[in-house]
């Protein structure tokens, strides 16, 4: 007999997890709506030369690629065993898999919008709210198959579009109860300081390395620019920018002071002033930390970077993106800039049961239970379940004829809050009886006084 088990990274979702996650996901998609985005999906899985190349060597290697079908055919089979052994020697993969499981939504966005470009109206904003997959470590907070909610404008370099989708976060979060940190940054400002320790060639060893700051500290960030190839000197100018503090007027000063000079740091430091004159509130302050330490490991951000921390709880963050304004142009059509944010939706789940967010209505499905006391009572509640069902209102029969306690407890498990039972002088007198379990009170009323009463305390 064999165990049932679960692949490492994903999960089962109970009924009552599903009604909590719809509720995350029922908000974020209200305020994705109400900032004028539309809805997209795309396909579980990309052929594998769209997904490579786009998130970095480190991210390469999370993809999950998917096996070549036909394996029943003789000369396929040859043809894939072929493929393992030039996979074994270094030499090629492409007989063994050409296809690969999104690891996020942000290129099959680019690649939905590279394929539609001529169809689209510019500015194009849609969200999407699909699962991903990536062949990471499993453990708290990070899983192998997760669902992201994205939203992006494309077609639009206005840095309104920063404006709005850090809205998006602080409105969503405020809904959902979960106090945060919105940290900002800009690429702009990391390739500055690229270039100021040798070219631009060196951004991604300096982000890879500077985006674990806060798992691995100061000291291991040091050493791994080190192995990178990075100089004494140059990675001691990369710690003085990382030790840059204050508030966020006095970290732009002093990010100018250091990186200024360039042409990409001075307009990333434009970039962030605008941003942060613009969301400034009405009594002084900012809704978001400027960190210069944020990194955002992924190479296609060419501007403003977003993350998303939750306060109070232990764990990754909740959210991200940034801009990225040819990501396109990897899919052979230039000139279309972009924006975009995400939402982890399992990590803000976690974090919503940490702190017990979530509202315990979410624990209720059906309202009413009708229990069963045989054919001739089913046939006479039957026309008010439905009835009610019609009106909106989640109710359920029990299916067999069984004892009272079978049943209760059949309502309690369930918490459903209030029951009815219809026997045969309650059929001859055109009545019912209702008790309401919450309160341990019980009434009878008419049958066609009901539905106002059900109404009545909801």
């Not at 689209?120 to 849609?126: A, D, S, T, V, Y």
């Not at 940054?185 to 991604?204: D, H, Q, S, V």
């Not at 990409?264 to 009405?282: D, P, S, T, V, Y």
């Not at 069984?402 to 049943?407: A, E, L, R, V």
Request: net charge negative.
């Amino acid at each position: 007999m064999i165990k049932p088990t679960l692949p490492q990274g994903t999960r089962d979702f109970p009924p009552s997890v599903v009604r909590k996650r719809q509720y995350i996901l029922r908000i974020i998609r209200e305020v994705f709506e109400r900032y004028g985005f539309q809805p997209l999906e795309t396909p579980a899985m990309e052929n594998l030369e769209t997904l490579l190349g786009k998130y970095g060597d480190e991210g390469d290697k999370l993809i999950f690629r998917i096996l070549n079908n036909g394996l029943d055919n003789p000369a396929k089979r040859e043809q894939v065993l072929d493929g393992f052994r030039q996979v074994m020697e270094g030499t090629g993969s492409k007989a063994v898999t050409e296809r690969a499981l999104r690891y996020d939504l942000t290129i099959p966005f680019a690649r939905f919008v590279a394929m539609n470009h001529g169809q689209l109206q510019f500015p194009f904003k849609r969200y999407q709210i699909q699962p991903v997959w990536r062949a990471d470590r499993p453990q708290k907070g990070r899983y192998r198959e997760f669902y992201q909610c994205d939203a992006d404008v494309v077609g639009s370099a206005s840095l309104l579009n920063e404006a709005e989708l850090a809205n998006i976060y602080l409105d969503a979060f405020r809904m959902l109860g979960i106090p945060i940190e919105l940290r900002l940054n800009n690429r702009k400002i990391l390739a500055a300081l690229a270039e100021a320790c040798g070219g631009a060639e060196k951004l991604t060893d300096i982000t890879v390395a500077i985006d674990k700051l806060d798992k691995i500290g100061m000291e291991k960030v040091m050493e791994e620019l080190s192995q990178r190839g990075l100089s004494d000197e140059q990675s001691s100018a990369i710690g003085m920018y990382l030790s840059i503090s204050g508030d966020v007027d006095e970290k732009l000063s002093k990010a100018e002071a250091l990186l200024g000079h360039t042409p990409q740091g001075q307009k990333g430091i434009e970039e962030i002033r605008w941003l942060a004159n613009f969301l400034k509130k009405e009594e002084g302050g900012y809704p978001f930390t400027l960190d210069f330490t944020l990194a955002r490991g992924l190479n296609y951000y060419t501007g403003t970077i977003f993350e998303v921390k939750a306060g109070g709880v232990q764990i990754g963050s909740i959210g991200g993106g940034g801009r990225y304004d040819d990501l396109t142009g990897l899919f052979g059509v230039p000139g279309i800039p972009g924006v975009g944010i995400s939402f982890g939706v399992d990590r803000i789940y976690d974090v919503m049961e940490e702190r017990g967010s979530f509202p315990e209505s979410l624990e209720v499905g059906t309202k009413l239970l009708f229990f069963n006391l045989g054919e001739s009572e089913c046939r006479y509640v039957w026309p008010i379940l439905q009835s009610l069902r019609e009106s909106g209102i989640a109710c359920e029969i029990y299916p067999e004829q069984t004892k009272f306690d079978k049943q209760f407890k059949y309502a309690e498990k369930k918490k459903i809050p209030m029951v009815v039972i219809a026997g045969s002088e309650e059929i001859a007198n055109g009545t019912l009886k209702v008790k309401n379990l919450t309160t341990s009170t019980q009434q009878t009323i008419g049958k066609d006084e009901l539905k106002e009463l059900l109404l009545q305390a909801s």
